[in-house]
């Protein structure tokens, strides 16, 4: 039996040959972006389009790179009450002090409440954001909203969360929250995304800013056979941005759940290890949606879309960062039979995909 101060801790995060694939994927499908417009549109709207996507990029990166920014972010969320800290007495807050304790961090991160509207706006595209106003949709979704900010540093969740989540179910989330917290690992995954998202609307504004030439009688050559296949290209550039980034953050997620394994235990012992998976493991159970998701199998191809391992994945990789830590802790120990125990008592169902 080791304690948490053991030099040696099983944690891991992004490593930079991960992070410069990722990066390389957005810097690639920005390339093809470029080119194809280029062979669509005149050089005008060429450049309205790059220079916007180049401002909406620059922007979400430098809030995270610059503190005062994020701050300012962050300040003016709360002005229009999109972020409402939650009471200092909540049980959230207890625990996330004592990981960050854990952690050696001399501040723990603060977490704030948000309103359907909040999630809404997160979770779901312009004009699509009314889907929210549907109680069923909102009684769904709400107690499942938990999230971490690696760019401002906090964690959100939702009042319905902190009432549906158990206290040992509510230090596993912590401490899985926390894990995308440290060293902000999330950071380049997240501008990938932003750079994805930011070249989906580009791709659209395209679209408007080629429509309108086009009514107003300037010459675009919208029909031809190479400015289609440069259109099809533009929207597969998109698309493989995105799906490589979701790649990355499910990688993301398996560790976080791993760290947070590890994270939600006061001192590392094989006991605690198993109380700690257990957590994980109903933290799953919950958070598993079977409303939200038409496909309830694993497919690939449908995976390939989330940003979230689904449950049955994410619980074969549960069981794989099990085994890692209480191998950590002690060598001889038999993960695999602790593992059959646990399924013996409670064998998880798997019908659904969740976020989280
Ligand atoms: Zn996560």
């Keep these: 039996m080791t304690s948490t101060t053991a030099a040696a801790k099983p944690w891991r995060f992004t490593s930079l040959q991960e992070d410069?694939?990722?990066?390389?994927?957005?810097?690639?499908?920005?390339?093809?972006f470029v080119a194809g417009t280029a062979a669509v549109f005149s050089?005008?709207?060429?450049?309205?389009?790059?220079?916007?996507?180049?401002?909406?990029?620059?922007?979400?990166?430098?809030?995270?790179?610059?503190?005062?920014?994020?701050?300012?972010?962050?300040?003016s969320m709360h002005k229009s009450r999109h972020y409402k800290p939650v009471p200092a007495d909540s049980k959230i807050v207890a625990l996330v002090a004592e990981q960050s304790k854990r952690l050696g961090w001399a501040e723990a991160p603060p977490?704030?409440?948000?309103?359907?509207?909040?999630?809404?706006?997160?979770?779901?595209?312009f004009g699509l954001r009314w889907l929210m106003n549907n109680p069923k949709t909102r009684n769904t979704v709400m107690p499942k909203v938990f999230?971490?900010?690696?760019?401002?540093?906090?964690?959100?969740?939702?009042?319905?969360?902190?009432?549906?989540?158990?206290?040992?179910?509510?230090?596993?989330?912590?401490?899985?929250?926390?894990?995308?917290?440290?060293?902000?690992?999330?950071?380049?995954?997240?501008?990938?995304?932003?750079?994805?998202?930011?070249l989906t609307q580009g791709l659209g504004g395209l679209v408007l800013i080629g429509?309108?030439?086009?009514?107003?009688?300037?010459?675009?050559?919208?029909?031809?056979?190479?400015?289609?296949?440069a259109m099809?290209?533009?929207?597969?550039?998109?698309?493989?941005?995105?799906?490589?980034?979701?790649?990355?953050?499910?990688?993301?997620?398996?560790?976080?759940?791993?760290?947070?394994?590890?994270?939600?235990?006061?001192?590392?012992?094989l006991a605690n290890s198993v109380e700690s998976f257990k957590a994980a493991r109903s933290v799953?159970?919950?958070?598993?949606?079977?409303?939200?998701?038409?496909?309830?199998?694993?497919?690939?191809?449908?995976?390939?879309?989330?940003?979230?391992?689904?449950?049955?994945?994410?619980?074969?990789?549960?069981?794989?960062?099990?085994a890692h830590v209480v191998n950590h802790i002690d060598p001889n120990a038999d993960a695999k039979v602790l593992l059959r125990e646990m399924d013996q008592v409670q064998k998880p169902a798997f019908n659904g995909w969740f976020n989280g």
């Design 43 to 75: 050089p005008l709207a060429l450049g309205l389009a790059a220079g916007y996507c180049a401002l909406k990029v620059g922007h979400t990166y430098a809030a995270m790179a610059f503190r005062p920014i994020r701050d300012q972010a962050l300040k």
């Design 284 to 322: 799953f159970e919950k958070l598993h949606d079977k409303a939200l998701w038409a496909a309830k199998k694993e497919l690939l191809l449908t995976e390939i879309f989330l940003t979230h391992p689904s449950q049955r994945r994410r619980d074969i990789a549960l069981k794989r960062s099990f």
């Design 147 to 198: 999230a971490a900010v690696p760019g401002m540093n906090i964690i959100f969740t939702t009042q319905e969360a902190l009432n549906t989540m158990h206290d040992e179910q509510l230090a596993f989330i912590t401490a899985h929250e926390m894990s995308h917290l440290k060293k902000e690992a999330l950071s380049l995954p997240v501008f990938v995304k932003a750079a994805k998202q930011r």
């Design 211 to 229: 429509g309108g030439l086009a009514l107003a009688g300037v010459s675009v050559p919208l029909f031809t056979g190479g400015a289609i296949v």
């Design 111 to 125: 977490v704030y409440l948000v309103d359907a509207k909040t999630v809404a706006k997160m979770a779901l595209p």
């Design 20 to 32: 410069t694939v990722i990066t390389a994927a957005g810097v690639a499908a920005t390339a093809v």
């Design 232 to 269: 099809v290209g533009l929207v597969g550039a998109t698309v493989a941005a995105g799906v490589i980034n979701n790649i990355g953050v499910r990688t993301y997620e398996r560790r976080a759940d791993r760290n947070g394994l590890y994270l939600n235990q006061a001192e590392a012992t």
